[in-house]
């Protein structure tokens, strides 16, 4: 495909996207706030010219993000970011309040993207992760502001996907000056699509650099204190909806060998999530939930326990994960029991909790196998499997802790990715900014 094919289908499938945005903002009325911003009308008179565009698509990149994004403004580089969900949003503003404007992307439309630019006017653009749309690289290229992929990945299949489009990937990454990839095979994949090896560094996963927040973790010990310290809690992390039925089963067989047994289930999307019922829907919909002892965090109250009757606590919050993962034992991840590709277990894993994950694990594929030769993941296909494996934990409180210790371990040891990623900017993205400095650490081209 051409360019010129690929912006006149993009510009013939305006009325579709629309179409989409508003049905999204039936789902979830956070996507109607600053629809105007996906079509490049926001206002961003605040934002200071010449900044930095960091764009992750959503909380996951967004915090991955955040070590980079805290190293730079150290450096004082004003920065600018932008984000495609709501939650991811509502992470970057909690992290940063007033001190960096966030706001939503432009589509990738020629003319939503041209007016985004022209407002902005940025001085470098720098992208988490997967994030390649080629108008959005085209107009980038098209005005000589350099792009940076930073934390890059490109899984097999994504690669496929990507080579169908012919020329039209290499001719869009022309004017991204640098990628600091994961690993060695994100950066093959790279290079195989036209990226010169000069431009590609290994740099490693920015998410084993992510901190913890304090705050949070003092709020789970109140937690946990309200739960009772002698019950087995287990939390489902980034919970999708096509799993929840698998982790109800399983938490109703655990209950069966431990009848105190706590699930706290925290959902990937809270304001989509329903938890799923045992029994048929009534029209009493909420005494129905309340029948089944369930109840949301937005209903706890920090001066009264959690009664024991209670089953499980669903997050109809957000931004509240370290929250949960330190007031539970053991962490399942999400999104990976159903092919999704799974979501971060470095979180869980650096507060040293067990971690139980299904096969569904692409996007985290070199951190799973560093967990499974560590002895810090077990892995879990079914409802049965992830009962059994709870049970073995629960049972033997030395292998609890030292499947946790075993997690914590190597997030210690895999450190030191923003520094690396500083290194690869600092000759690239920054070769003309003198005021950046590297700690430590030279990345290594590919």
């Excluded at 169908?164 to 195989?192: H, N, P, W």
Aim: aromatic content about 6%; hydrophobic content about 40%.
């Amino acid at each position: 495909m051409t360019i010129t094919a690929y912006q006149l289908l993009s510009r013939f499938a305006r009325p579709l996207v629309h179409a989409y945005l508003m049905w999204l903002g039936r789902k979830d009325p956070a996507y109607r706030r600053g629809i105007g911003e996906r079509w490049g009308r926001g206002d961003y008179d605040s934002v200071t010219p010449g900044s930095i565009w960091i764009h992750a698509a959503s909380v996951g990149e967004v915090r991955a993000a955040q070590p980079l994004i805290d190293r730079l403004r150290e450096d004082g580089l004003p920065l600018f970011i932008t984000t495609n969900t709501p939650t991811g949003r509502q992470t970057a503003e909690d992290r940063y309040g007033s001190d960096i404007l966030v706001r939503f992307p432009p589509l990738d439309v020629p003319d939503a993207i041209e007016r985004f630019l022209d407002k902005l006017r940025p001085s470098a653009a720098l992208f988490v992760e997967l994030e390649l749309w080629p108008n959005r690289l085209i107009a980038l290229t098209r005005r000589n502001i350099p792009v940076a992929l930073v934390n890059a990945r490109l899984s097999q299949t994504s690669f496929r996907r990507y080579a169908r489009f012919g020329r039209l990937m290499s001719q869009c990454l022309k004017g991204v000056v640098c990628i600091a990839a994961q690993t060695e095979a994100d950066g093959e994949r790279y290079r195989k699509m036209g990226v010169p090896h000069q431009r590609i560094y290994v740099t490693g996963n920015l998410k084993f650099d992510q901190s913890i927040d304090g705050h949070q973790i003092r709020l789970g010990r109140v937690l946990r204190s309200q739960i009772g310290r002698d019950r087995p809690v287990w939390v489902a992390a980034s919970l999708r909806q096509a799993e929840a039925p698998i982790v109800r089963e399983a938490h109703e067989l655990l209950r069966a060998r431990y009848p105190n047994a706590l699930l706290i289930a925290v959902p990937r999307h809270p304001g989509q999530f329903m938890w799923p019922a045992t029994e048929a829907p009534t029209q009493d919909s909420e005494r129905s939930v309340r029948d089944r002892h369930i109840l949301t965090v937005s209903e706890l109250r920090d001066d009264e326990p959690i009664a024991p009757l209670t089953r499980v606590v669903v997050a109809d919050t957000y931004g509240e994960m370290i929250r949960f993962l330190s007031a539970a034992d053991i962490a399942f991840v999400g999104g990976t029991l159903t092919p999704v590709g799974g979501h971060n277990p470095l979180e869980p894993a650096s507060l040293a909790k067990p971690i139980l994950m299904g096969p569904h694990v692409t996007n985290f594929r070199q951190i799973d196998s560093f967990l499974e030769e560590c002895g810090g993941r077990l892995r879990v296909h079914s409802a049965t499997e992830l009962a059994d494996a709870l049970t073995s934990l629960f049972r033997d409180s030395h292998h609890l802790a030292e499947v946790g210790e075993n997690a914590r371990r190597l997030v210690e040891e895999h450190r030191g990715a923003t520094e690396r990623t500083v290194g690869a900017l600092q000759g690239t993205l920054f070769a003309d900014q003198r005021s950046l400095t590297v700690l430590s650490g030279s990345p290594k081209t590919h």
